[in-house]
């Protein structure tokens, strides 16, 4: 079946301008996820959602960062004033369910944004 | 507070050779072990994780870990390295929370 998938892969951004990135979960998948991963260091914790609630967004470095996922699927991480350290691979992640510590998340390709 | 170590930045195994790459944690209460792997311009993919039971697990293309909850390690191993296992691995724990928790990654290269 159909995996996590993200667009755009790849985004140039001037410094200033608003960016949205878009996330399709796998299909029945309760919960969402996003990370930033830094160049050479490992993911970073932004926000998570359980089908269209956001029940944690204590990783959110700023409030230019917002999340939604309004239907409980599709999500879109929007980042408002772009600046150079926004420059991330952001990658989103879903699992079947909620409440289980130990479930899978299963991982998009994730979309690389450079700031310029 | 809840980390994971990766104390190893690189791995250098020849073909054929057995792997280890390792893993070290510190959480409040039960782990939740998880080992991703993760190819030049590809997402995170999953390996094999550590919920409960037997401590060593096995998992996909020929992996396997050991949990050690005495030295609060998760070691990800391979008998035999193929030169297509050369990625970066990432082993990662999540507490008491919903997040996973990661460390900086190791880098693998199997040399033929």
């Known amino acids: 079946g159909a995996g996590v998938s993200q667009s755009p892969r790849y985004k140039v951004a001037k410094r200033g301008q608003d960016v949205a990135l878009r996330c399709d979960p796998i299909s029945g998948h309760v919960s969402l996820f996003w990370y930033q991963q830094a160049l050479g260091q490992g993911p970073e914790f932004l926000t998570y959602?359980?089908?269209?609630?956001?029940?944690?967004k204590s990783g959110l470095p700023s409030d230019r960062f917002f999340a939604e996922r309004p239907e409980g699927s599709v999500s879109t991480l929007k980042i408002q004033r772009t600046q150079q350290e926004d420059s991330a691979v952001y990658l989103c992640?879903?699992?079947?369910?909620?409440?289980?510590?130990?479930?899978?998340?299963?991982f998009g390709p994730g979309t690389r944004l450079l700031v310029l | 507070a809840q980390s994971v170590a990766q104390p190893e930045d690189q791995v250098n195994v020849a073909e054929g050779n057995p792997l280890t790459v390792k893993c070290t944690y510190s959480v409040s209460g039960n782990p939740y072990l998880f080992w991703y792997v993760q190819y030049p311009n590809r997402g995170l993919q999953f390996l094999l994780k550590y919920i409960t039971g037997d401590n060593l697990v096995k998992g996909s293309y020929g992996f396997e870990a050991e949990f050690n909850k005495s030295q609060t390690s998760f070691h990800l191993k391979k008998p035999s390295a193929l030169v297509s296992d050369s990625a970066l691995y990432f082993c990662a724990v999540r507490g008491g929370n919903y997040q996973l928790i990661w460390g900086a990654g190791t880098k693998l290269i199997i040399k033929p």
């Open positions: 959602f359980q089908n269209e609630a956001q029940l944690d």
């Open positions: 992640a879903s699992s079947l369910s909620s409440g289980r510590q130990g479930e899978t998340q299963y």
